[in-house]
T-cell receptor, first 109, second 111 residues
């Protein structure tokens, strides 16, 4: 299987919370990242978490890490239409980043 | 602050033509540099990375090559493009194990 896996699609109503899940295989990953890609644009770093942390909160974003299960999630509170994008999970592995295929988040009014 | 520039933003090339995409970083020195390709609807595939001038590591065998003639310049090239080279090409930099930062990408279409 892939080194980093994500669900491909998420639909959420404006104002609700979004949760995007990711699993990875390399238990030696030191950092885990979330990037956002808007249509036709590059990747924007949203947040990242060090592997010895369980949770990191940054305004509307909350990252949860279960290192035992190698599971990472990104919660977006009060989702807005501007949050519609593709979200990539990435794990560092031997000095390089392994990316998931991306989760397309569609925010509906 | 550091910035990364890629150009061109969009490119349409015929099959068999050469390619040169350029990426430059400002505001830092000795960055690690990366070229990725993103096929339509897919994740990112690492193509090349460089830890210094003239030092290029290739991740996948392909029709492309990379060069780093200067510390903050990274070039992606091909002598003869294939249809399968179409995609969205992203350059990224990082330094000291910090997160990678990406350019705005080049959308390459091969006709």
């Amino acid at each position: 299987g892939e080194d980093v896996e994500q669900s491909l699609f998420l639909s959420v109503r404006e104002g609700d919370s979004s949760v995007i899940n990711c699993t990875y295989t390399d238990s030696s990953s030191t950092y885990l990242y979330w990037y956002k890609q808007e249509p036709g644009a590059g990747l924007q770093l949203l947040t990242y978490i060090f592997s010895n942390m369980d949770m990191k909160q940054d305004q509307r974003l909350t990252v949860l890490l279960n290192k035992k299960d190698k599971h990472l999630s990104l919660r977006i509170a009060d989702t807005q239409t501007g949050d519609s994008a593709i979200y990539f999970c990435a794990a560092d592995s031997w000095g390089k980043l392994q990316f998931g295929a991306g989760t397309q988040v569609v925010v509906t009014p | 602050s550091q910035t990364i520039h890629q150009w061109p933003a969009t490119l349409v090339q015929p099959v068999g033509s050469p390619l040169s995409l350029e990426c430059t970083v400002e505001g830092t020195s000795n960055p690690n540099l990366y070229w990725y390709r993103q096929a339509a609807g897919r994740g990112l595939q690492l193509l090349f990375y460089s830890v210094g001038i003239g030092q290029i590591s290739s991740e996948v065998p392909q029709n492309l090559s990379a060069s780093r003639p200067q510390d903050r310049q990274f070039i992606l090239s091909s002598k003869k493009l294939l249809l399968s080279d179409s995609g969205f090409y992203l350059c990224a930099w990082e330094r000291g194990g910090q997160p990678q930062h990406f350019g705005d990408g080049t959308r390459l279409s091969i006709l």
